[in-house]
């Protein structure tokens, strides 16, 4: 699963901190800019340019509910991360099963090569 430049926007957008809180809030449920804006020490157009990335990212949406215009998660945008996310943890968990396995051979290895050992050492010690 080769990155997807949609994948590369949704990671930059969600590389913000401020960004990522605010698709937590949303995530439990619709807001509007200030109700979003309520919980940051930054400017009303601050928070619109953050809105505008995710928006531009596929993230959130923007609706208008008569005076309101409510930001709303779009989780199906979020589905191509946890697509991206499972897809590396499979590849690295097959890794380290296969590096289990070359361990496991190693110390059997190991184990064989000392058991040997302690026979020719035995042998060695009833002949005198």
């Known amino acids: 699963m080769p990155g997807s430049p949609t ?66 998660l779009r989780p199906e945008a979020l589905e191509q991360v946890t697509a991206w996310a499972e897809h590396t943890r499979r590849a690295w968990e097959e890794r380290f099963e296969r590096l289990d396995e070359y361990l496991r051979d190693l110390q059997a290895k190991a184990t064989e090569t000392k058991d040997k050992k302690k026979e020719n050492d035995n042998g060695r010690r009833k002949k005198r």
């Not at 993230?59 to 930001?71: F, N």
Request: hydrophobic share 45%; with cysteine.
């Open 7 to 72: 994948i590369d926007v949704t990671f930059a957008a969600l590389g913000d901190p401020t960004r990522r809180a605010i698709v937590e809030r949303l995530a439990s449920g619709d807001a509007t800019v200030l109700e979003l804006a309520a919980p940051f020490d930054i400017s009303l157009p601050a928070i619109s340019r953050h809105l505008k990335v995710l928006e531009e990212a596929g993230l959130i949406s923007r609706g208008r509910d008569a005076q309101r215009r409510p930001c709303r």
